[in-house]
């Protein structure tokens, strides 16, 4: 049996060459990268059968906002409700399909449809429907509007960012995300993420890297390319003093005991009141499976939303998450900076590395590659997940 994509096959038996155990495994075949073709069938069957990172809640800055957003090809939209609430729908409009959202705005009245306008709530319930039933006949016999409203995705938001499970069948957020909460709450205290804030200055960038989303993924997962690729960060945070991560089927990636930057770059932010005192100097990178990366040190956190916009083209979305409201004043402004601009340092030099890696993948001599049995344990996690995705799509 194979899985099948437009015109492309991937046997099983490859899919059981990755999931061997490490030393024997080998990585997923070049087409998964460099095939244009596989990149709406993933959207379908492996980011839309999870929980995948879209946004985040702060690109929303105010009750009554939408914003569409593109996620591989499909138009979504996200709507802050009067209330606060958070929705995502398909941005189309019922009646012909129209694009409803071209631009991020305040809604003052409801949503509507330039073409024929018709009218939504940010709920998604479709409330006007203009000479539907003949001019100046606002309404038809038989038509119901509660039949009609937005098609809405499910999704959730956590620690201000908004996840959507296409296909509607993921487990429940919550216990997708409560392996990752219940580790870090050894760090951050329970509800430590409910105190982390986004700051006027110092808390956002943007990458577009020429590469697939899983080589950016397969990146972050290890610390193997340090001393090589990250000369600066091996400074305060060196391989030898990392660790590996295997949290659970959904998450993988790398820790550090003697991460400082605060010293390297003459921080000082406050820091979460329940760290230990004895971790101080411990972070956590993780892979969320399968576009977040994740960044825990005691003075602040980190998310990055990898956004796949093609085969071979990423936008990877940084959002810096500082600890309490006096964080995020203008005293601490210098030293959110200075965290931003380290940060941007270490992810800009991964740029050559993973845009080198989707080049390579051109290459017929390069089979999936191999793994070092010690240091490529999170990366051979992911691909793994890949692989067993494939696998079920297959049947």
């Known amino acids: 049996m194979t899985t099948t994509t437009a015109n492309h096959r991937i ?26 073709s596989f990149f709406e069938y993933e959207r379908d069957q492996v980011l839309g059968k999870s929980w995948a990172g879209l946004a985040f809640a702060s690109e929303l800055p105010k009750n009554g906002f939408a914003k569409p957003v593109e996620f591989m090809g499909l138009p979504l939209a996200i709507m802050r409700n009067r209330d606060g609430e958070l929705k995502v729908f ?11 959202l071209r631009e991020e705005t305040e809604v003052e009245g409801m949503v509507r449809c330039p073409y024929h306008s018709w009218t939504y709530d940010l709920n998604g319930n479709l409330k006007g429907t203009p000479h539907i039933g003949g001019v100046g006949k606002h309404s ?45 709450e050894e760090f951050t205290g329970k509800g430590g993420f409910e105190k982390v804030q986004v700051a006027p200055t110092g808390s956002n960038m943007e990458l577009t890297v020429n590469a697939n989303w899983k080589l950016a993924v397969e990146n972050y997962c290890e610390a193997y390319h340090l001393p090589w690729v990250h000369p600066s ?13 295997i949290v659970n089927e959904n998450m993988s990636g790398q820790g550090s005991y003697t991460y400082n930057l605060s010293d390297v770059a003459g921080t000082s932010l406050p820091q979460f009141e329940d760290w230990p005192q004895d971790k101080i100097r411990q972070a956590e990178y993780v892979s969320l499976y399968p576009n977040v990366l994740l960044g825990v040190q005691a003075d602040h956190v980190f998310a990055i939303i990898l956004q796949p916009q093609a085969n071979n083209r990423t936008l990877e979305k940084l959002e810096l998450f500082y600890v309490g409201p006096e964080a995020s004043g203008d005293k601490y402004a210098a030293c959110r900076s200075a965290v931003l601009e380290s940060w941007k340092v270490v992810f800009g030099e991964d740029v050559f590395a993973v845009e080198g890696m989707q080049n390579g993948r051109k290459s017929p ?4 590659g191999v793994f070092s049995p010690v240091l490529d344990g999170p990366t051979h996690h992911f691909h793994r997940w890949v692989a067993d995705k494939y696998a079920q799509a297959a049947g």
């Open 140 to 184: 038809a016999e038989g038509f119901v509007c509660e039949k009609h409203g937005l098609k809405e995705i499910r999704s959730a938001t956590w620690m201000g960012i908004v996840f959507i499970n296409l296909s509607g069948d993921a487990e429940p957020f919550d216990q997708f995300i409560a392996p990752l909460v219940q580790r870090w």
């Open 365 to 368: 001599a390069f089979q999936g």
């Open 11 to 36: 046997p099983l038996a490859t899919l059981d060459a990755v999931r061997q155990p490490i030393a024997d495994a080998n990585g997923m075949p070049n087409a998964v990268y460099d095939d244009p």
């Open 90 to 100: 398909h941005n189309i409009c019922s009646h012909r399909g129209m694009i409803l």
């Open 233 to 245: 960060l091996n400074t305060y945070s060196p391989l030898d003093q990392h660790y590996n991560l």
